[in-house]
């Protein structure tokens, strides 16, 4: 076997604008991939952390992220590292190998992105950030392209990494500055981009008619949102129930609290129009969003090549 093309993260970024990313999920949400049962997760617990594989495939082609969870990695290491091996469908044989880090920032915040132009107010401006990682700034820069945010607040538990953040993301002309959990009472639209085990913010301060979108935690013993937006939440959108039953936090311990029915849950292909009053995203991340994003920079690193 030949050697495969790899796709870093750099090209990534440039075969892959937001709405490239978004238009790719939209339709794989309304295509049989987003509900087979090979997008399930495997989870491998090992002595220094875990390995993850999540697998998905489609008549034309399947892929692979082969995702690794360190405990303690060093301090010039991520805690998060991944590769995708994307396949020919027909023959299985292997075509390219992409950078899997980037392409799940890439596709979370796409994803994150598809929702909120459903489900937040179309005039929704203000947005609050938990988290001030590679998470924070893709849901920033994707979520300013369906909705007018024109104020950002970030709110992390170490100073250091918010003002980082809010001082790389002056160029793109949007007021971010450092805020405090409070500040969800003032906002339109919440994100949830953290590696916290526990709540993130009181819920009893949401506003009435808040959008929040959770993304940091894909395991059932961690949670973002605390029981009070549960049951304060008109809708709860999650990307396939039976996975969010097994792995997202925020819904297996509501459950367990008796707070929650599962018949209150939403798969994302039934997401539909807005409704009023406050809204529920739980993102656990899924094989065929990963398949769907690795697909479209690959058919655009064809045409640049052709």
């Given at each position: 076997?030949?050697a495969?093309?790899?796709?870093?993260?750099?090209?990534?970024?440039?075969?892959l604008?937001?709405?490239?990313?978004?238009?790719?999920?939209?339709?794989?949400?309304?295509?049989?991939?987003?509900?087979?049962?090979?997008?399930?997760?495997?989870?491998?617990?090992?002595?220094?952390g875990e390995?993850?594989?999540?697998?998905a495939a489609?008549g034309?082609?399947?892929?692979?992220k082969?995702?690794?969870?360190?405990?303690?990695?060093?301090p010039?290491?991520?805690?998060?590292?991944?590769?995708?091996?994307?396949?020919?469908?027909?023959?299985?044989?292997?075509?390219?190998?992409?950078?899997?880090?980037a392409?799940?920032t890439?596709r979370t915040?796409?994803?994150?992105?598809?929702?909120?132009?459903?489900?937040?107010?179309?005039?929704?401006?203000?947005?609050?950030?938990f988290g001030?990682?590679?998470?924070?700034?893709?849901?920033?820069?994707?979520l300013?392209?369906?909705?007018?945010?024109?104020?950002?607040l970030?709110v992390?538990?170490?100073?250091?990494?918010?003002?980082?953040?809010?001082?790389?993301?002056?160029?793109?002309?949007?007021?971010v500055?450092?805020?405090?959990?409070?500040?969800v009472?003032?906002?339109?639209i919440?994100?949830?981009?953290?590696?916290?085990?526990?709540?993130?913010?009181?819920?009893h301060?949401?506003?009435?008619?808040?959008?929040?979108?959770?993304?940091g935690?894909?395991?059932?013993?961690?949670?973002?949102?605390?029981?009070?937006?549960?049951?304060?939440?008109?809708?709860?959108?999650?990307?396939?129930?039976?996975?969010?039953?097994?792995?997202?936090?925020?819904?297996?311990?509501?459950?367990a609290?008796?707070?929650?029915?599962?018949?209150?849950?939403?798969?994302?292909?039934d997401?539909?129009?807005?409704?009023?009053?406050?809204?529920?995203f739980?993102?656990?991340?899924?094989?065929?969003?990963?398949?769907?994003?690795?697909?479209?920079?690959?058919?655009?690193?064809?045409?640049?090549?052709?």
């Open positions: 076997m030949s495969l093309p790899h796709v870093d993260s750099d090209r990534l970024a440039e075969l604008p937001w709405p490239t990313v978004i238009g790719a999920l939209e339709r794989a949400l309304t295509s049989p991939l987003a509900d087979s049962e090979i997008t399930s997760r495997v989870s491998v617990p090992l002595a220094h390995l993850l594989l999540m697998p489609t034309e082609s399947l892929g692979v082969i995702v690794g969870v360190a405990h303690n990695p060093g010039d290491l991520p805690r998060i590292q991944a590769l995708y091996v994307l396949l020919d469908g027909a023959t299985l044989t292997p075509v390219a190998v992409l950078d899997g880090t392409l799940t890439l915040a796409g994803q994150s992105a598809l929702v909120v132009r459903q489900m937040a107010r179309p005039e929704a401006h203000k947005l609050v950030v001030a990682g590679p998470q924070a700034r893709a849901h920033i820069e994707a300013r392209t369906v909705r007018p945010i024109d104020s950002v970030v992390g538990r170490r100073q250091a990494p918010v003002e980082l953040l809010c001082a790389q993301l002056k160029s793109i002309g949007v007021d500055r450092p805020g405090t959990p409070g500040d009472a003032t906002a339109d919440v994100v949830c981009a953290t590696n916290s085990p526990t709540p993130v913010f009181d819920g301060d949401l506003a009435a008619d808040t959008c929040v979108v959770a993304v935690s894909h395991t059932p013993d961690a949670r973002e949102l605390d029981d009070t937006v549960i049951t304060r939440a008109s809708r709860i959108v999650v990307e396939h129930r039976k996975t969010a039953l097994r792995e997202a936090g925020d819904i297996v311990q509501a459950i609290n008796g707070v929650l029915h599962q018949g209150r849950l939403t798969d994302l292909s997401l539909g129009a807005r409704t009023p009053g406050i809204s529920v739980k993102s656990v991340g899924m094989g065929w969003q990963d398949l769907a994003v690795a697909q479209a920079a690959w058919q655009a690193e064809l045409r640049t090549l052709a």
